[in-house]
């Protein structure tokens, strides 16, 4: 079963064009999918779809199983911290929880005990190379330390699907690499990753599929050097 199937979704906002236009997207297991495009094309409309922050006018969206074209917000709160990680630009983090608390927060919101999370939490921490700074705060870290502490939370669920969202575009260029080879080494172990970026070495390096978005609807969708 495709992780995400949208099919023939449009929406609009106002009396201007669609900002999505009859758009058609099928993801599976597995995929690395990078959306590009210029300011204005969708992509932030298609990503809070996938999320279920938004709904569309028409058409359908399924990720992971579930219906989201009319799903209430209750619900959409129950998919999203069952099925979804999102990572920002700009971290979203809470400055006044330590790294550890920040990291636990979903799993404690979904119904998990406090010693599981916390195992859980370490376990994520080591992992991503960033326990030793487990009882800071965020404001004390570097950018890609934050953008790492950031990851640990959209994994903390162990989500099916890991949405970023221009996760490299508050980092200078050595933290940007690190967070490139962590998605990627995310995405080499199974996790689905969609990016939405303007940055093209990161869907080149991170992606093993890239669609391209102009004015809603899909200019290109191109998969291990081939158009699809």
Not at 118 to 147: D, N, V
């Amino acid at each position: 079963m495709p992780v995400i199937e949208v099919h023939g979704v449009t929406r609009r906002y106002g009396e201007g064009p669609p900002a999505l236009d009859d758009l058609t997207l099928t993801v599976e297991p597995g995929e690395a999918l990078a959306i590009l495009g210029p300011s204005g094309s969708g992509k932030s409309t298609l990503l809070n779809l996938i999320a279920a922050l938004d709904r569309p006018d028409s058409g359908t969206v399924t990720v992971a199983g579930v219906s989201l074209d009319r799903i209430g917000e209750a619900a959409a709160a129950r998919f999203r911290r069952a099925h979804v990680g999102m990572v920002f630009q700009f971290f979203n983090l809470l400055d006044d929880l330590t790294v550890s608390d920040n990291v636990v927060l979903p799993a404690r919101l979904a119904g998990m005990g406090r010693a599981e999370a916390a195992k859980r939490a370490a376990t994520l921490l080591e992992a991503l190379g960033i326990e030793r700074h487990a009882a800071a705060y965020p404001g004390r870290l570097s950018g890609g330390e934050r953008q790492r502490v950031a990851v640990a939370r959209a994994l903390m669920n162990k989500p099916t699907l890991l949405l970023a969202d221009e996760p490299t575009g508050a980092l200078d260029s050595a933290a940007g690499q690190d967070v490139r080879r962590l998605l990627t080494d995310l995405n080499q172990e199974g996790q689905t990753l969609v990016l939405v970026t303007h940055d093209e070495s990161l869907a080149a390096q991170c992606a093993s599929r890239t669609v391209r978005l102009m004015d809603g609807w899909i200019a290109s969708d191109v998969t291990a050097g081939a158009d699809r």
